[in-house]
Structures are given as structure tokens and as C-alpha cells.
């Protein structure tokens, strides 16, 4: 099986800042790419930033220059830096990753369970 689990997240003022982190495990033969997603109340998930395993990013554009995906392949594990949040940033934000299990010839989405930003003075 295979499990991926968030950490960090919370409670920041407008400017601040926060860090979220996705470590992947279990029965892992590759891993394709590498995201954050978000949902806020009322609208649909959308993609914030993804990172590739050879490290090529993509972020929408509303987190240009504010947000920073980064990954570290030998733990499995992605982060992404959140600065100069804004109240328009709360939401659940879901790790997500597009990866082949030893187990299966095909590789799908995998997600976190989600956890609750929330940018309010």
C-alpha cells in the first residue's frame, strides 16, 4: 500500500508565512510528479504548484512569486513554502502525487488527507 501524510499547516496572519510537507511511503516503484492542491469553501480543488522528479515546476499564477514547491526524491518527500499569505489562501490543501506502486504496471493519483490553512488577522 500506499500512503501519503501531510504535515504542517494552521493558522498565519496576512504576510506571514507557513510550510506544508508530504512524505510518501509504502511499496513505491516511481514517483512521476509531485503537488500541492486546495480547496477552498464553495469552490473546486485547483492545482497550486507541482514539482516533477527531475524538478521542473508549474504554479498558478495567483501563487507566482510567493509560494516555492520543493522536493527531496531520496525521502520521498515534497514541501511547499507559503509566504506573504493572503486571506484569499485559506483552504485545504491536499498533497497529491502521480506515482507507480511496485505492485501495478500503471502508475495513478495518490492524495493526502488534507490539512486547513487559514490566513486571517
Known amino acids: 500500500q500506499v500512503q501519503l501524510v501531510e504535515s504542517g499547516g494552521g493558522l498565519a496572519q496576512p504576510g506571514g508565512s507557513l510550510r506544508l510537507s508530504c512524505a510518501a511511503s509504502?511499496?513505491?516503484?516511481?514517483?512521476?510528479?509531485m503537488g500541492w492542491y486546495r480547496q477552498a469553501p464553495g469552490k473546486e480543488r485547483e492545482l497550486v504548484a507541482a514539482?516533477?522528479?527531475?524538478?521542473?515546476?508549474n504554479y498558478t499564477d495567483s501563487v507566482k512569486g510567493r509560494f516555492t514547491i520543493a522536493r527531496d526524491n531520496a525521502k520521498y518527500t515534497w514541501y511547499l513554502q507559503m509566504n506573504s499569505l493572503k486571506p484569499e489562501d485559506t483552504a485545504v490543501y491536499y498533497c497529491n502525487a502521480d506515482l507507480t506502486p511496485f505492485y501495478s504496471d500503471y502508475s495513478r493519483d495518490y492524495w493526502g488527507q488534507g490539512t486547513q490553512v487559514t490566513v486571517s488577522s
Open positions: 509504502g511499496s513505491i516503484f516511481s514517483i512521476n510528479t
Open positions: 514539482i516533477t522528479w527531475g524538478g521542473s515546476t
